[in-house]
């Protein structure tokens, strides 16, 4: 079975500071791996995605991401946070068989201190 | 592109009531839908996967004749609570995908039943 642990919480961070969110994900198969960001009251919205090549990978906001299968691990960065970047933040992870369900860790809410 | 509507955004409703939240694809042909629920501080937790034409398939525990799914159309799906209680009440988000991909999430509706 597929599992996602996101092992903080909370990460508070002051603004222009780098930022980690760290995800590590278990599988006996091959895995998409996606972030998603939360802001309240709202839905999802994808930040970046790995489903094959290059194991790093650019998203939106200046967000990126590192694909480790040997730790498998898929831990989020930002080099410079803003205010607005402060939300909640879930790694997620999807077999490629058919059912396109997705798997959610949980959460690491993150806080931009000015 | 790829935009997913829900409504309503928030409801409130009497116990005992039934309420239906509707999740609509904008600008694409669904050919599956998510609901997932969502409880303050707290993780998506997938509650049922549906299938245009088809019957919806619960997760384990999550009771099919209380959240009744309907996904008559490529662009619409419908989940409605039965009989609604107090613990209910929860933040409730559906998912849209063309081809088991990627998701494209909804804005959410948040269900308080009083």
């Known amino acids: 079975a597929q599992s996602v642990t996101q092992l903080d919480s909370q990460v508070p961070v002051f603004e222009e500071a780098p930022v980690e969110l760290r995800c590590n994900y278990s599988s006996s198969v091959s895995v998409y791996l996606f972030w998603y960001v939360q802001y309240p009251n709202q839905g999802l919205q994808l930040l970046l995605k790995y489903l094959s090549g290059s194991t790093l990978v650019k998203g939106i906001n200046g967000f990126e991401a590192e694909f480790n299968k040997s730790q498998t691990s898929f831990h989020l960065r930002k080099p410079s946070v803003h205010i607005s970047d402060t939300a909640e933040y879930f790694c997620a992870v999807k077999s490629p068989s058919n059912t396109g369900k997705l798997i959610f860790g949980q959460g690491t809410t993150l806080q931009v201190k000015p | 592109g790829a935009v997913v509507s829900q409504h309503p955004s928030r409801v409130i409703c009497k116990s005992g009531t039934s309420v239906k939240i509707e999740c609509r694809s904008l600008?694409?042909?669904?050919?599956?839908m998510f609901w997932y629920r969502q409880f303050p501080k707290q993780s998506l937790m997938l509650m049922a996967t549906?299938?245009?034409?088809?019957?919806?398939?619960?997760e384990q525990g999550v009771e099919k004749d209380k959240f009744l799914i309907n996904h008559a159309s490529l662009t619409l799906s419908t989940l409605t609570v039965t009989s609604a209680h107090p613990e209910d009440s929860s933040f409730y988000i559906c998912?849209?995908?063309?081809?088991?991909?990627?998701?494209?999430f909804g804005p959410g509706t948040r269900l308080t039943v009083t």
């Open positions: 998912s849209a995908t063309e081809d088991r991909s990627e998701q494209y």
């Open positions: 549906s299938n245009e034409g088809s019957k919806a398939t619960y």
């Open positions: 600008d694409f042909q669904a050919t599956t």
